[in-house]
């Protein structure tokens, strides 16, 4: 079982790969960075999701399907990337049918609460 590390970057900065003292890099984790337009500024709040954040949740989606199987993934996310996955949980989490024992998110800075 290998550990899968996708990452959301905050708005404007391509950091998350060193974030956390740089644990999704380490000791033969997979980093694979979640595409998303996390340079664009916009808005979302409750359900309304803006372009980029929503763009963000539907990769997210995608990618954790395409990797899950098999193996252990967490989502890291700061800032705006913690938007793109509270927009994942209100548009897939409950109907994703993923275990908490293969998918861990991990958030800081979220600036919504």
């Known amino acids: ?3 899968i590390c996708l990452t959301l970057n905050p708005l404007g900065n391509d950091v998350m790969a060193t974030h956390m003292n740089s644990w999704c890099t ?15 500024i916009d808005n979302s709040e409750g359900s309304s999701a803006s372009g980029s954040i929503q763009q ?6 995608q990618m954790i399907t ?8 967490y989502v890291f ?3 705006k990337g913690c938007q793109v996955i509270g927009r994942w949980f209100l548009k897939y989490g409950a109907g994703s049918g993923h275990s908490t024992n293969d998918l861990k998110f ?5 600036p919504v609460n």
Do not use: E, F
């Open 1 to 3: 079982m290998a550990v």
């Open 26 to 40: 380490q000791d033969g984790k997979t980093h694979i960075p979640v595409p998303y337009s996390y340079q664009t």
């Open 56 to 61: 963000g949740a539907d990769l997210l989606d």
């Open 66 to 73: 395409d990797n899950i199987t098999g193996n252990t993934v």
């Open 77 to 79: 996310a700061h800032s």
């Open 106 to 110: 991990v958030t800081s800075g979220n």
